[in-house]
């Protein structure tokens, strides 16, 4: 069990043992927990009356799941008192990469859609959306390390049939 995100309960909920895909836990208390969509449906089929119960997330490695557990608690906690600029410099921390880290940012991606956690996938893809945001096709390869794999001629086929994305 991970000490470093070991929590105690708030409130009166429970507490659920979210399991990364490495079988690390990860103790959450519910009412976190379920501002996960996918946690939510999942612990509206246990029994209520189960203690603590497991919830197995085999599509998330476990440093990203520390990572969306510290976003869900944060708003859980600060949502309600944190300014507008507290929340943006907060939200801001957990997209923060680099151009030789860009991965755990595709990790959090991939979590918040598989966890159903709107406003992070919203937020982190905004991210990578201003990454892309007035760069050419080869800027973006460069920047996301894609290598192009069309032949002169198909590219500027392409370029061809999508000339209005440039008008």
């Known amino acids: 069990m991970s000490t470093a995100t070991a929590m105690t309960t708030t409130g ?3 507490i659920l043992r979210l399991v990364s895909k490495t079988n690390e836990e990860f103790p959450v208390p519910e009412e976190i927990a379920c501002r996960s969509i ?3 449906n999942f ?9 603590s119960p497991m919830i197995p997330l085999p599509n998330v490695e476990s440093a990203t799941l520390a990572q969306v557990i510290r976003y869900l608690t944060w708003h859980h906690e600060h949502d309600q008192t944190a300014t507008d ?17 860009l991965g755990p940012l595709f990790d959090l991606i991939l979590a918040a859609n598989y966890m159903d956690i709107r ?18 096709p080869e800027e973006i390869r460069h920047h996301f390390h ?3 794999d069309f032949a002169p001629e198909e590219e500027e ?8 994305c440039s008008e």
């Open 157 to 164: 086929e392409i370029r061809k049939e999508n000339a209005w």
């Open 38 to 40: 996918t946690v939510k």
């Open 146 to 148: 894609i290598i192009n």
């Open 119 to 136: 406003s992070l996938l919203e937020l982190a893809c905004g991210t990578v959306s201003g990454m892309v945001k007035g760069k050419t």
């Open 85 to 101: 600029s507290e929340k943006a410099k907060f939200d801001q921390e957990i997209v923060f990469v680099t151009d030789t880290m």
């Open 43 to 51: 612990v509206e089929g246990v029994e209520a009356d189960e203690k």
């Open 12 to 14: 009166s909920g429970r």
